[in-house]
């Protein structure tokens, strides 16, 4: 079955704990970005990646990382989070751009206290 | 970055009406996506848009491509429970970046 999956889907942890995020997508899709959704703001693009080695930042990427060293797995890192990071986060991938469509996670709720 | 301004932000609608929603940008764009989420599940694509004036349907759902490029519409037909959930449009400009840009959602609730 085709699908995006992220780990974990809830977790709670303190403020200035590294923590990663895990994607991982199994159609072979080129594309693959992170999102944040808040209240009132919708989805905001934080990072994304047009390839392998190929990562660019989005609208909202202060204080995250990114890495893409294989085709199928796009982990988001927060090295130091902080409250205002607490968020309900999104992993997509599409097969090449983001005008086709994306395939979405079921996504991660972060809360950082 | 850039905006886009979803309205409404809310709709309340009776099983049967149609409705309407709109989506608004300061710049122009040269794709118009819309996606609808359900409860604790992730966006999925109903419509894409490619060109300017473009009218596409997907079943009940009809969306325009603005003229200016700077706007588009989604309207749904006839609705049922199952269209509860919110709408996102998402644009995208490919000339400058691959970034999309999401509204801020409109969130549809339909009574019996």
């Known amino acids: 079955e085709a699908q995006v999956t992220q780990n974990p889907r809830y977790l709670i942890t303190v403020t200035g704990k590294k923590l990663t995020v895990t994607c991982s997508?199994?159609?072979?899709?080129?594309?693959?970005s992170w999102y944040r959704q808040d209240p009132g703001l919708g989805l905001r693009q934080i990072y994304y990646s047009m390839n392998v080695e190929v990562t660019d930042k989005g609208d909202v990427p202060e204080g995250y990382k990114v890495s893409r060293k294989e085709k199928?797995?796009?982990?988001?890192?927060l090295e130091s989070p902080s409250p205002n990071q607490t968020s309900?986060?999104?992993?997509?991938?599409?097969?090449?751009?983001?005008?086709?469509?994306?395939?979405?996670?079921?996504?991660?709720?972060?809360?950082?206290l | 970055g850039q905006q886009?301004?979803?309205?409404p932000q809310s709709m309340f609608i009776q099983e049967g009406?149609?409705?309407?929603?709109?989506?608004?940008?300061?710049?122009?764009?040269n794709t118009w996506l819309w996606y609808k989420q359900d409860p604790g599940e992730g966006p999925v694509l109903l419509i894409?848009?490619?060109?300017?004036?473009?009218?596409?349907?997907?079943?009940?759902?009809?969306?325009?491509?603005?003229?200016?490029?700077?706007?588009?519409?989604?309207?749904?037909?006839?609705?049922?429970?199952s269209d509860v959930g919110i709408y996102f449009c998402a644009g995208l400009n490919t000339g400058t970046a691959s970034k999309l840009t999401?509204?801020?959602?409109?969130?549809?609730?339909?009574?019996?």
Do not use: W
Not at chain 1, 25 to 32: I, P, S, T
Not at chain 1, 94 to 110: C, I, Y
Not at chain 2, 51 to 76: M, P, V
Not at chain 2, 102 to 112: E, S
């Open chain 2, 4 to 7: 886009l301004n979803q309205s």
């Open chain 1, 72 to 77: 199928r797995n796009f982990p988001l890192i």
């Open chain 2, 48 to 81: 894409a848009l490619y060109k300017a004036g473009e009218l596409t349907s997907n079943g009940r759902l009809t969306a325009q491509f603005g003229i200016t490029r700077k706007d588009s519409f989604l309207n749904i037909s006839a609705s049922i429970p």
């Open chain 1, 88 to 112: 309900l986060y999104f992993c997509a991938s599409s097969f090449r751009s983001p005008d086709q469509p994306q395939h979405f996670g079921d996504g991660t709720r972060l809360s950082i």
């Open chain 2, 102 to 112: 999401f509204g801020t959602g409109t969130r549809l609730q339909v009574t019996l």
């Open chain 1, 25 to 32: 997508q199994n159609m072979n899709h080129e594309y693959m």
């Open chain 2, 17 to 29: 009406e149609d409705v309407s929603m709109n989506c608004t940008s300061s710049s122009i764009f």
